[in-house]
């Protein structure tokens, strides 16, 4: 399927879909391993193919003030704008370069399908998880009009890593029956230069999630020796407090995955940080303790 934000640029392409702006040569992927230059046209050939799908309580999200007590629906598929050391998810995240290989080609779940799987299980709650859902985008606009009509409701989980102009057109096609989770990684610009990330970008992308009326939720998995920083989790609950003390905040346990080996997060510095958050927001919640 050609891809939805991108330009020519002499042999290469320039993919819009996340901050990065990544400029491919024929044959080769951007960053986030799955965007493609087939000949001068930048195609994305996981659109509405997907490898991972599962029922979820869907507190699992996390998203606790969103349907609590339901189950929902979840789609994951492969490739991720960021490049996290110690995603849990890095085989579908961040897959090598036989990729296609790993991953032999599925067949797509075409909008009226996935529509009707849902319904069959009785559930009214879709979630795109467990890689960067915004690389479905495209997808995302298509199936969202049917999933609506059908009543349900659309959950993102992502890293908040989108262009302004795919995040404006995801707005377009959510509605406020919908929700995000919203990674917020680290609350220093070095820290996500190192994650393959852009703060900046992240906060514009939760103050648009949640001025166009999308219910919002964040997580912030504390990482030591990454962004296990008291000051800086001050600062972070601090802004976050500035655009809704009612924004909820989920701060889980890093545990050892893919290149980064730190021992876990200790639970007495999850305590502590939670305590400091609660100064600024009144939904705080911890995970994996």
Known sequence: MIARWWRKCGDSVSCGLCFRGCHV???ET??????????????SPWLGRFC???????EKKPLFHWNAGSFIYSLGSVGCTMDCPFCQNHRIARPNENVYREFPALPEIYPDELAHDIKQLGLSLVAFTYNEPTLQA??????????????ISIALVTNGAMSHDAARSLLECLNENDAANIDIKAFSPETYQKLGGNLET??????????????????????PGMN??????????EWVASISPELPLHITRY???RNYHEPSTSKELLYALASVARKNLRHVHLGNI
């Open 25 to 27: 040569r024929p044959g």
């Open 30 to 43: 951007g960053r986030c391993g799955v965007r493609f230059n087939d000949g001068g046209t930048l195609i």
């Open 52 to 58: 991972a799908i599962a029922v979820d309580p869907v």
């Open 138 to 151: 495209e997808y995302i606009c298509e199936v969202a009009p049917v999933l609506h009509e059908a009543g």
């Open 202 to 223: 992240v906060k514009g992308n939760i103050e648009s999630f949640t001025a166009a009326g999308i219910h919002v939720e964040l997580t912030s998995l504390v990482v």
């Open 228 to 237: 296990d920083s008291i000051e800086e989790f001050s600062a972070m609950s």
């Open 255 to 257: 545990f050892p995955a």
